[in-house]
Every structure is written in structure tokens, then in C-alpha cells.
């Protein structure tokens, strides 16, 4: 009887991923493939974006509190140490991520996306700190997978995947200006509960989106293809795939079982890779201003040097130039190279750190502020991605590249559970209102010093042939 019912869905799936495999070849998937995961990867960013959008307000409604009192001040803090202790339930995401393989690519990104519209929706419904925080977990939880970027890279052609990537993730950026319009819209600074408005249309999206992901998405290309291959087999064929399957599985657990500590080990013992973890973890660190920005720039607005109409316009121009500047990072590094394009970038992070921070403290035109901010997020992440996995790739033995990668990851989420539980200390101690001055003037010299040694100690990496990478 099991048999006979493992047989009949079987079947089902077979007639299920046939006619997938028809529609691959229409006209329309591509299109309607790329709609919806451009939309995807809008809620993704508004997910990931929009509790920093809000924070001060979240804390004051929260908490029962008003902005840059003490008891703001001590509330802020404790809650980002709480917030620090959800980023632990990244621990499991690579098993979840890896269910992907097994289950398909089409079922996790409606999990994905319906997930984050659930993980907002606890969010705004909550009463408490506590059921807010539940929010913040599923939403830390399902915002990292990008299941959209695994759907692009196995569904566009091969000449248009960077192209497709980089534009639907330019437009995404953008998108966030979204959340700084329903900021000038929603958020009355008298009733700072009004912060739950901010989350009604991504939640919309996100849900809606899930919804008609399930009838409009089917499942991948390469997916659809290994499936059918297994759904096609005869027994002995099933079997020998199972059984090198598994062989290669052990041998990928014997590899893994040393794989951290001698990826580790690789990285500390070579001159080049020791100076990228290094440059790697000081940019970490530094990106800890991107979590306190809107502080920032409330403390502008209580000190009387930015009008509440200045901060909704930098909320609202600051991911456009985000977007447009990520844009033409890519351009840059194709022209001039791995080493010098990071220091470019680097740069764009440290200079519009400094104005964007001189803005809160002294004012300025809300939209050279916005230009700022934009700038500095654009070279910060675009830096981030390069040191962690162009530069370390092309440093790397094909053998250990992957581990190294891991690994230089692991050394970067440190970095920013550093900056995270600095973040939390440093607003309990001088408050709130002096983030402009701390913030700065602590990762400012950590960016310094990061180029210095990016500048002195990194060799350039542009040409290197992939299969014989020279160890230094």
C-alpha cells in the first residue's frame, strides 16, 4: 500500500514538473519570473530596512518614552543587546538554506517571502517588547536566504545573470525610498505608535506577493531538470545515484570535519589573507553607524539643526543614491581593478560617514545629507562584498577557497556583533542624542586604518588565474 501510494505521487510530480519544463520554454516565464522576483527583492529590502527606519520611534512607544531621555537612552541599549541574541538563529540558517536542495528552490521562496510579511505582522500587532522581539526573530530569520538571487542565477541566461542580479538589486535598493515617504506620511512624532503604520505596505507586499508566487512561479530550470532525472530513473539507475550520492556526501563531511580550523589555520598563516580578515573585520566593525542612523538624525532634529520635513527627505533620497552608486561600484571594479576600486569605495564610506554626521551635529541641506548617507552605504556594503568574496576568492587554492570564504564570513558576523553590542553600550552611557560625535569618531579611524592596510599589505587580484593561485 506504501509503495503503491509512493508511486502514485510519483506520478503527480512527474506530470507537475513536465508541464514546468514546457512553460521554461514560453515566452512569458522569463517575464513573469522577473516581475515577480524583482518585487521579491523589494520586500526583502523593505524587511530588511524598514526597523531602522523606525527606531526611535518603536523605542519611545515601546517603552513609554521620549527621545534623548535617560530613560530612552537605557531602553535603546538594552533592546539592541536583546536584538544581538536574535542574530544567534543565523546558527541554523545554513540547515535551512541547505532544504532547498532537497525540497526545491519555488517553495522556499514563498516561505521566504510570506515569512517576512508574518515576521512584520508580529511586529506591529505587538503589545509588548517581547512579542516585538518574537517579530524581529522570524524577520531576521527569513530576510537573509535570497532565494530570488538562487531563482535569477539558475533561470537567466548565463550572458544576463550579472546584468539581472545587479539591476533587480539596484531598483530593490531604490525601492527603500518607499519607506521614508510613509515616515513623511504616517509618523506623528506626538504618537510615536504611529511608527506601525510604516510597516502596512510591506507587510501588503510581502504577503501578496507570497500569495501569487504559489500560481505565478514554478520551479527553477536546474531544479526541474535533476528532479526529472531522479522521476525518469528505473530502480538500479536510483539506486547508484543514491549510493554516489551518499559517497559523496562522506567525503564532503570528511573534508568539512577540518575544514574551519584548517581554513582558519590558511588564513593566519599568509600574509595576504591575514591582511584581508583584518580589513575584513575592521569594516565589520565599522558598519555599525548603519543601525543608528535614524538616532542620528532624530538627534539633528531635537537639536533644532534639521526640521522634521529634512529628515522625512533624507529617509526618502538617501536609497536612491544608495541604488545608483552600488550601480556604478560594479562599473568601477570592472575598470580599475579589485585593490583600487576598494580603496575607492572605501573612501565613499569614510567621507560621507563624516558629512552625514556633520549634518546631524551642525545641520545641512537635507539632500547633500541624504547624498551622504547614500554614498557611504553604497561603498560600505559594496566594499564588504568585495573583500569577503572577490578579493578572498581570488587569494585562495580552489581546494580551500570555499572554507576560507566561510570562514572570512564567520570573522565578519564577529565584527558586527561587536558593533552591535558597542552600539548598545556606548547609547546607554552617552546617550542618544551624541551618536553623531561617538559614532564617527570611533569608526571613522577603523575605516582609516582598514584602507592603510588594505592600500599597504592587499595585492591586487583582478588577474589571477582562478586554477593556480599563487599563495603569499
Not at 110 to 116: A, K, R
Not at 215 to 235: N, Q, S
Not at 242 to 270: D, M
Request: charged fraction near 20%; glycine fraction near 8%.
Amino acid at each position: 500500500m506504501a509503495g503503491e501510494k509512493q508511486l502514485l505521487r510519483e506520478k503527480k510530480e512527474l506530470e507537475r514538473l513536465e508541464k514546468t519544463e514546457k512553460f521554461h520554454k514560453s515566452s512569458k516565464y522569463f517575464l513573469i519570473l522577473i516581475i515577480v522576483l524583482g518585487i521579491v527583492y523589494i520586500v526583502d529590502e523593505l524587511t530588511s530596512n524598514v526597523r531602522g527606519t523606525v527606531d526611535s520611534y518603536t523605542i519611545c512607544d515601546l517603552f513609554h518614552t521620549t527621545f534623548g531621555s535617560k530613560e530612552y537612552n537605557n531602553a535603546s541599549g538594552t533592546l539592541g543587546l536583546v536584538t544581538t541574541g536574535c542574530y544567534l538563529i543565523y546558527l541554523i540558517s545554513p540547515f535551512y538554506k541547505s532544504l532547498a536542495d532537497r525540497f526545491g528552490r519555488r517553495l522556499f521562496l514563498i516561505i521566504n517571502t510570506l515569512g517576512m510579511g508574518i515576521g512584520m505582522l508580529v511586529s506591529i500587532v505587538s503589545g509588548s517588547v517581547t512579542m516585538y522581539l518574537m517579530g524581529c526573530v522570524i524577520m531576521t530569520f527569513f530576510t537573509p536566504n535570497d532565494m530570488q538571487v538562487i531563482y535569477i542565477m539558475e533561470c537567466a541566461p548565463k550572458e544576463h545573470r550579472a546584468k539581472l542580479c545587479s539591476i533587480t538589486k539596484g531598483i530593490a535598493l531604490i525601492s527603500v525610498s518607499l519607506l521614508g515617504v510613509m515616515v513623511k506620511a504616517f509618523v506623528n512624532r506626538e504618537d510615536p505608535a504611529t511608527w506601525r503604520l510604516v510597516y502596512i505596505v510591506p507587510i501588503v507586499l510581502a504577503l501578496v506577493v507570497g500569495f501569487l508566487a504559489i500560481f505565478f512561479i514554478k520551479e527553477t530550470p536546474v531544479f526541474t531538470r535533476k528532479r526529472l532525472e531522479y522521476l525518469r530513473a528505473d530502480d538500479k539507475q536510483r539506486k547508484e545515484r543514491e549510493e554516489a550520492e551518499k559517497a559523496a556526501a562522506a567525503e564532503e563531511k570528511k573534508k568539512s570535519r577540518g575544514g574551519v580550523i584548517a581554513a582558519f589555520r590558511y588564513i593566519f598563516t599568509h600574509k595576504q589573507t591575514t591582511a584581508i580578515a583584518l580589513v575584513a573585520v575592521l569594516f565589520a566593525i565599522a558598519t555599525g553607524y548603519t543601525g543608528k542612523y535614524q538616532n542620528m538624525i532624530e538627534a539633528g532634529v531635537s537639536r533644532g539643526v534639521l526640521t522634521e520635513a529634512g529628515s522625512s527627505t533624507i529617509l526618502i533620497f538617501y536609497p536612491v543614491i544608495n541604488g545608483i552608486f552600488t550601480l556604478i561600484g560594479g562599473f568601477i571594479t570592472d575598470a580599475l581593478g579589485r585593490k583600487k576600486s576598494s580603496l575607492i569605495l572605501g573612501c565613499w564610506a569614510a567621507i560621507g560617514l563624516a558629512l552625514f554626521a556633520a549634518g546631524c551635529v551642525f545641520g545641512m541641506n537635507p539632500y547633500v545629507m541624504g547624498f551622504a548617507y547614500g554614498i557611504s552605504i553604497a561603498g560600505l556594503w559594496s566594499i564588504s562584498d568585495m573583500i569577503y568574496f572577490v578579493i578572498t576568492s581570488e587569494s585562495t587554492p580552489t581546494e580551500s577557497r570555499a572554507s576560507v570564504v566561510g570562514s572570512m564570513q564567520l570573522l565578519g558576523m564577529v565584527g558586527t556583533g561587536l558593533n552591535m553590542v558597542f552600539n548598545s553600550v556606548v547609547t546607554m552611557v552617552s546617550g542618544a542624542m551624541n551618536l553623531p560625535y561617538v559614532l564617527p569618531l570611533t569608526y571613522l579611524p577603523l575605516m582609516f586604518i582598514a584602507l592603510l592596510v588594505l592600500m599597504l599589505r592587499v595585492r591586487e587580484t583582478r588577474d589571477v588565474d582562478l586554477d593556480n593561485v599563487e599563495i603569499v
